[in-house]
């Protein structure tokens, strides 16, 4: 019992270990992305990280203040008024619970156990949404998503998860 113990505890660490963060982009191929120098922040949805009563009030505002430093580093700058911005910026992000299933067999002949392992983790996912004011339409959107160790998050993860996320922003012309 203890070997099959043992095992479900190095399959799990083995899953989280391959399970790095995934980021992924898109845009509208016909966009001028160097038009743009100020944004606006849309209304954000927190998604169902939480109930409300308690999500970290103070999440959100570290997720837009990261995105702001990373963009004024590129030359945007956020406006307070929503008429004098060129992009509309929105956030996402959510946990989910997930589950994992997989099979284990170890042994040889009469000797050879086997049988599923289950394991339960939590996915993270963060979206970001770059529209073009004017027209009303979507530009660039950026994902993240994996393993969440945690519910809350700390300045150093979210620095990380954005400048991962906008390393991809503006997209390279081809």
């Keep these: 019992m203890k070997l099959k113990a043992a095992l479900f505890f190095i399959i799990n660490m ?18 001028d992305f160097s038009k743009y120098k100020t944004f606006y922040w849309a209304k954000i949805r927190n998604g169902n990280l939480k109930p409300k009563s308690q999500r970290n009030p103070f999440l959100l ?37 997930k589950v994992n299933v997989a099979y284990v067999g170890y042994g040889y002949g009469p000797w050879y156990y086997g ?14 949404d770059f ?33 991962r996320i906008l390393k991809q922003y503006p997209p390279e012309r081809k």
């Design 14 to 31: 083995m899953l989280i270990a391959c399970n790095p963060l995934t980021v992924k982009s898109d845009y509208n191929p016909g966009t």
């Design 61 to 97: 505002e570290r997720i837009k203040i990261m995105i702001e430093k990373t963009l004024a580093e590129r030359g945007l700058k956020v406006v307070d008024n929503k008429k004098d911005a060129d992009l509309m910026l929105a956030i996402y992000f959510d946990n989910k619970n």
């Design 131 to 163: 529209a073009d004011r004017k027209k009303r339409e979507l530009v660039w959107r950026g994902i993240a998503s994996g393993i969440a160790h945690k519910d809350d998050y700390d300045e150093e993860d979210i620095k990380y998860i954005v400048n």
């Design 115 to 128: 049988g599923p392992v289950v394991s339960e983790y939590k996915e993270g996912t963060m979206v970001i």
